[in-house]
């Protein structure tokens, strides 16, 4: 499938887009008015940083107790009930005089709830769209994505300008809840994928499967890593500029879509697999700039060159769902989803007290170079190993 036209037409698509669109707007706006909340009471960098950040620390816990469920539920009734805990949290997070160890104590809890709903979606996505229409369809998804978070972070600058992070907050909840709705009637009634009931065993079981095999283990931590350390510099937006931080994010939104555009629609498939290591070295590069603290201006155009480099991961995507049986396709993209995200929780904790003992335009060059480092050592041993098979057929074919 290579034509958008057939992506739309296809039945469930576009209120699986609908909703991913507006929870994803919604969790914009939220974090944004979080991380601006906490960081006017607190001046901490740190706080500042997990508060937006650190529903994503919870997604260990759910990838090692829930994630069996991804296969094992109604994907239609777990992602209108995931929408709709989002919409009632995030409300309860704007109540005002709410202690700082409640809020953060319910942000965990919405990220331990959320862990299951990349699985389920992205399983959902496999069922409802061709094999060849896969990488297509989720390039939309993460362009839908970068569309929403242009325009949430613009609308939340707004609010935060105009009304108060706590309406802002409010807002958000009402995205929740909308998402919610068009889920529950867009999309059709479908059995598990999977028998049996969901279980921390089978969830244990399952992730031991899959990290079993070298191949798929190497391809969860490219998946992992790089883009979380070059999150953990997201993080610190708020904390290096706090006038400009709603224009970084949405410079790095408008990079991703530049990224999933390029990826998913205008490379060549017989082109995509080359692109995996030059596009997590674009991701990290730009980010090195900070060191020099850049002005606002020149620092949106890095992170918006730097984030085309997000479209790596649907190039490791790609790869994964050839090297993953079937049955097991919610719970893998489950636990890349999941895994993904503590990365970016941890890389955002991690960022955050760096900056506290230095400075955020510190820590953003120091992830970045942290994120560099992590790519040349997973892909040392896969270019050693092409070296010496090319060297191999050169002598092989000498002789």
Request: charged fraction near 10%.
């Amino acid at each position: 499938m290579r034509s958008y036209r057939l992506l739309l037409r296809t039945p469930e698509f576009t209120p699986l887009l609908a909703s991913f669109a507006l929870q994803s707007a919604a969790g914009t706006v939220g974090g944004l008015s979080l991380g601006t909340l906490v960081y006017a009471a607190t001046g901490s960098p740190l706080l500042s940083a997990v508060s937006m950040f650190g529903p994503q620390l919870a997604q260990v816990a759910g990838a090692t107790t829930l994630l069996s469920a991804a296969d094992r539920i109604a994907p239609r009734a777990a992602l209108t009930g995931i929408a709709l805990a989002h919409a009632l949290g995030t409300a309860a997070v704007a109540v005002p005089g709410l202690p700082l160890g409640a809020l953060f104590a319910l942000v965990l809890l919405l990220g331990l709830i959320a862990s299951l709903g990349g699985g389920v979606r992205w399983g959902l996505l496999h069922e409802i769209l061709t094999k060849d229409g896969y990488l297509l369809g989720r390039s939309v998804l993460n362009m839908a994505n970068g569309l929403t978070q242009i325009a949430g972070y613009a609308v939340g600058g707004a609010l935060l300008a105009l009304l108060s992070p706590r309406a802002a907050l409010l807002v958000s909840a009402v995205l929740y809840a909308t998402a919610a709705l068009v889920t529950r009637a867009g999309l059709a009634r479908r059995p598990p994928r999977a028998q049996g009931r969901p279980s921390v065993a089978a969830t244990w079981r399952t992730n031991a499967l899959l990290w079993s095999s070298r191949p798929r283990r190497r391809l969860y931590l490219a998946l992992w890593v790089p883009n979380g350390l070059i999150v953990g510099c997201e993080s610190l937006y708020v904390a290096y500029a706090p006038q400009a931080a709603g224009t970084l994010f949405a410079s790095a939104a408008l990079g991703m879509f530049a990224g999933d555009v390029a990826v998913g629609r205008l490379v060549p498939p017989r082109l995509r697999p080359r692109l995996g290591v030059p596009l997590l070295v674009l991701l990290a590069a730009p980010y090195t700039l900070f060191a020099f603290g850049p002005p606002p201006p020149l620092a949106a155009v890095a992170v918006a060159l730097a984030s085309v480099g997000f479209g790596a991961s649907l190039v490791q995507q790609e790869r994964l769902m050839a090297l993953v049986p079937g049955e097991l396709g919610g719970h893998a993209l489950g636990l890349h989803s999941a895994g993904m995200l503590t990365a970016q929780g941890l890389s955002a904790a991690l960022a955050g007290a760096i900056a506290q003992w230095t400075s955020p335009a510190t820590a953003m060059a120091a992830m970045a170079a942290a994120s560099l480092t992590v790519t040349a050592a997973l892909t040392a041993r896969e270019w050693g190993v092409r070296a010496r098979s090319d060297g191999t057929a050169r002598r092989t074919g000498m002789s």
